[in-house]
Structures are given as structure tokens and as C-alpha cells.
């Protein structure tokens, strides 16, 4: 059996969804779209992404006020933790939101058709869709591969014969380990960590590298290391990570360094070593689409070398990761099929964000990033003590730090390791988008007291010193 659809996607998470509504909007609902996929609708984002560990950080952040107040007068009070009725509280809540903006949204759309099953393309312009000893063929006028990611786990001898988890699998636990190890210590590793460990595990992070994680500029890593590091984290950098074994009830990473070999024991590991693309078994050669373990090469407007296929999100050979990204790249790709528009995607103007306490977001060039672009660059860095409302938060680890172009003072880069980064980095991105100055952001009023102050601060700074200046100078 054959079915004939306007647009076939692949993918049933972020990238998919915000593909099939534009398409729908585009056409007026016109469009036949067959949606294909495996597991529950909404992909990594809701069901094992940002929803259930931005439920865990913040169960985790109310469990760690309580217990470390900041204020004089405020006694502290060690929680009572119950890890299980946590978890379920997590569980329901993923399955509510998954219901209201995926099960519920599709509703609205009749020309939707959403296949259960592994998709395969036969040649060019088909797929086969496999559901167990069940098949069918879909033939598409045009095609988004958007199969997004799924947890990089390293050849390491010993892993699979004792166990871990990832970040796609950590909600499966029902009770807290006493030791956590976590190997790799990406952003997502180290979001997890400290909720755990402020849960009651004890968190250790290996890594093979000294820095925290890449795509963080040193300064910003070091002052983050050293916040996770206040609340117990251990970090064991420069480990190399060569056996795993079980001993006596435990899990041992044996590593290696340049002291020679340590032996790191734990209840539970937690593979965090980045994500990979998922382009396995989707017949890629069959439909002339060029790939490699990065992902799917695109051009700027996220046509494959097929023109008739699309990639959006994670499953993209692109720089970021990201849900945001996914979904703003599944409405491009949609819109280029049925608009002819040759939308493209700038990411210097994706912003992103690592959602630990302190929370880092960042958006356009680093300063490194910008002096390799041949053009010359500016930059200033202030700590977080000179912001008014970090002092009243009583919280001063963070900084703030912003790019320049060192002939035209325009915004290239914003950068923050602070409270509430995440809320406010956008202004970073309009910054950039609209090639401000810094001296025309300097002067724009900015509310105060907010931590969000610290963007004009920073801007001041390159032509002032902010220890001589009044609260809300311009």
C-alpha cells in the first residue's frame, strides 16, 4: 500500500511540530503532511529534555534555599526528600504538557496524519515506514528529516556490562544513588548534577579536559566550576576514563592522568558526553542525501543535497543543539518549501543558555570566535558585585562580559554568568540583530534593580569605571 502526501516529515519532536503547523498555516490546511516517528509525541525537549530537568532544577533549587538561606534572621531547615514522590510529581508533569501543546495541538489539524514506526527512504521521493511486522509506503512531494538526537556513549570497555544512565533515561530512577558519577560533564551533565547533589547525592564529574565544558569562554568556566564546586560538586579534570568494572556493590571508573591510574567508585554513572545525530537506518543514500556522523549537511536555507528534503534541528550538521533552534528551523523549512521565501539561519543570533545556579546564556561571537573572522574586537568583562541587585540577591558569583567590533563599537557578543541569565539574554540578541553600539545601548534606561542591569553596565564600562559611578548613571 502507498499513500501520497504533500509533505512527509520525519520526526515527531520540536523541528516536526513547528514544521507541520507552518505548513498548515502557509497553505491554509491545504497541505496533506504525514508525520513519521518512534516513542512519545514531542521528542527529547518534553519528554526527557527541558521540561523534566527544568522540574528537577527547580525542585532542586527550593530543597537548597531552604537548607542554605542567604539572609541574616533566616534560620535554615534541612528537607525532607522524597526522591520517588518527586519523580512521580516530574513524570505527571511531562505527561500534561505533552498531552496540552503535542497530542492536544494535533487536533486542530486534520490534515496531520502521524505514523507510529521507523522510517526509511527506498529512493528519492519514498519512504517505508516500519510498525513491527506492519509496513507501509509513503510517497512525498517534499520531505523535513527532523529525527533530532539521541546521547553519544563512548566505546568504553566495561559500560555496558555495568550499566548507566543518560539524559534521556535518569527519569526512569525511582531512588536518589548516594555517589553519582558523571562522565563527560557537558552542560547537560552538569545541570543534572547539581540538582542531584543538591537532592542528596554526591556528585563527581570526570572529564578528560581541564576546562568545564566547551563553547564557554575560560573565565566564565572557571568561575562556574567554582560555584558547582562550593556546593560539593568534585571535579576530576584531566581523567581519561579507560574501564568500568562493578566491585562490591559499586561501579569503578578506572582513569588515567598524568599521576597515573585512579580508581573513581560510584552507585550510578551518567553518561554525558554530548549528543549525536540520529541519521542511523534512515536510507539516507537512497535519497541522495549527503551526511556523516555529524549530522546532515544543509545549506543556509536547511535544504539537503536533495532539494526536494529538508533537515531541521538536531539532526542537522549546525553548531547548536537546541529546541529553540529546532523548532525556529522547522517553521524556516517549512516556510521555504511552501513560500519559496529562501529563509536562512544566522545562528550568531541564536542564544542559548545552561540552566545551573549561577545560569549562563550567551549569544553571538566570543572573543576568540570574533578575532578569527579577520576583524578587530574589543571586549570588556565586570564581576557580578557590580550589579545593585546581585548584592541584594546576595549573590555575587557571575559575570558579565560583551564583544565588540573594535572599528564600528557595534554589539558582536553578550555574554552572563548570573542570576536569571536565561530571562533576559535576548536582549543580547537584539542587540546584535539590530547593530547597536554599545553607546546607544548605554542610552536606553534599564529597570532597576535587576540583575538584566548588567548588559548596560558592562556597555558603560568600556568608557567608564563603574567603581566611581552612581546607581543608574547614564
Known amino acids: 500500500m502507498e499513500r501520497e502526501y504533500d509533505l512527509v516529515i520525519l520526526g515527531r519532536g520540536a523541528a516536526a511540530f513547528s514544521a507541520a503547523i507552518k505548513a498548515s498555516e502557509i497553505t491554509s490546511g491545504q497541505a496533506s503532511i504525514a508525520m513519521v516517528g518512534i516513542g512519545p509525541l514531542g521528542g527529547t525537549c518534553v519528554n526527557v529534555g527541558c521540561i523534566p530537568s527544568k522540574y528537577l532544577i527547580e525542585a532542586a533549587k527550593v530543597s537548597h534555599t531552604q537548607s542554605h538561606p542567604k539572609y541574616p534572621g533566616i534560620s535554615s531547615k534541612p528537607p525532607t526528600i522524597n526522591f520517588p514522590e518527586l519523580i512521580r510529581s516530574l513524570r505527571e508533569a511531562v505527561a500534561e504538557e505533552r498531552k496540552t501543546k503535542y497530542e492536544g495541538v494535533l487536533k486542530s489539524y486534520g490534515n496531520i496524519d502521524v505514523y507510529e514506526g521507523k522510517a526509511q527512504f527506498t529512493g528519492r521521493e519514498n519512504v517505508i515506514v516500519q510498525n513491527n511486522d506492519q509496513s507501509v509506503n509513503l510517497k512525498g512531494y517534499n520531505f523535513i528529516i527532523a529525527t533530532g538526537s539521541s546521547p553519544k556513549i563512548p566505546n568504553l570497555p566495561g559500560l555496558e556490562e555495568t550499566g548507566y544512565i543518560t539524559s534521556n533515561t535518569v527519569w526512569d530512577m525511582n531512588s ?22 543538591r537532592l542528596g547525592s554526591s556528585v563527581i564529574v570526570v572529564k578528560e579536559h ?3 565544558a566547551p563553547g564557554i569562554e575560560e573565565e566564565f568556566g572557571a568561575t ?18 579507560a574501564r568500568i568494572v562493578s566491585r562490591g556493590g559499586k561501579k569503578v571508573i578506572e582513569a588515567m592522568s598524568s599521576s597515573g591510574k585512579e580508581e573513581i567508585e560510584a552507585d550510578e554513572i551518567l553518561v554525558s558526553s554530548g549528543r549525536s545525530p540520529n541519521v542511523a537506518d534512515l536510507g539516507l543514500e537512497n535519497a541522495g542525501v549527503k551526511y556523516s556522523a555529524n549530522g546532515i549537511v544543509i545549506d543556509e536555507t536547511l535544504k539537503t543535497t536533495n532539494p526536494m528534503i529538508y533537515a531541521a534541528g538536531d539532526v542537522a550538521e549546525q553548531k547548536y543543539r537546541l529546541e529553540t533552534l529546532a523548532a525556529s528551523e522547522g517553521a524556516i523549512a517549512a516556510s521555504n518549501i511552501y513560500d519559496n521565501s529562501s529563509k536562512k539561519v544566522n545562528l550568531q543570533l541564536v542564544p542559548w543558555a545552561v540552566f545551573t545556579e549561577p545560569q549562563f546564556a550567551s549569544v553571538g561571537y566570543t572573543e576568540a570566535e570574533y578575532k578569527k573572522t579577520g576583524k578587530r574586537s574589543d571586549s570588556r568583562t565586570i564581576p557580578m558585585a557590580f550589579v545593585p541587585k546581585a548584592r541584594l540577591l546576595r549573590e555575587e558569583r557571575g559575570m558579565f562580559k560583551m564583544v565588540v567590533d573594535a572599528d564600528t563599537e557595534k554589539i558582536v557578543g553578550v555574554h552572563a554568568l548570573s542570576p ?26 534599564h529597570v532597576f534593580p535587576t540583575v538584566a542591569e548588567g548588559i548596560k553596565l558592562v556597555a558603560q564600562s568600556f568608557t567608564r569605571d563603574l567603581s566611581k559611578m552612581s546607581c543608574c548613571m547614564e
Not at 562556574?224 to 560538586?233: D, K, P, R, T, Y
Not at 536569571?420 to 534606561?445: C, D, H, P, Q
Open 176 to 197: 536518589l544513588p548516594g555517589t553519582i558519577a558523571i562522565l563527560g560533564g557537558g552542560f547537560i551533565g552538569l545541570e543534572l548534577g547539581q540538582s542531584l547533589q
Open 210 to 212: 581541564n576546562t568545564i
Open 224 to 241: 562556574l566550576m567554582q560555584a558547582l564546586e562550593s556546593e560539593g560538586i568534585v571535579f576530576k579534570t584531566g581523567r581519561k576514563a
Open 420 to 445: 536569571y541569565a536565561a530571562e533576559f539574554i535576548i536582549e543580547g540578541v537584539y542587540a546584535i540583530k539590530y547593530g547597536l553600539t554599545f553607546r546607544e545601548l548605554i542610552e536606553k534606561s
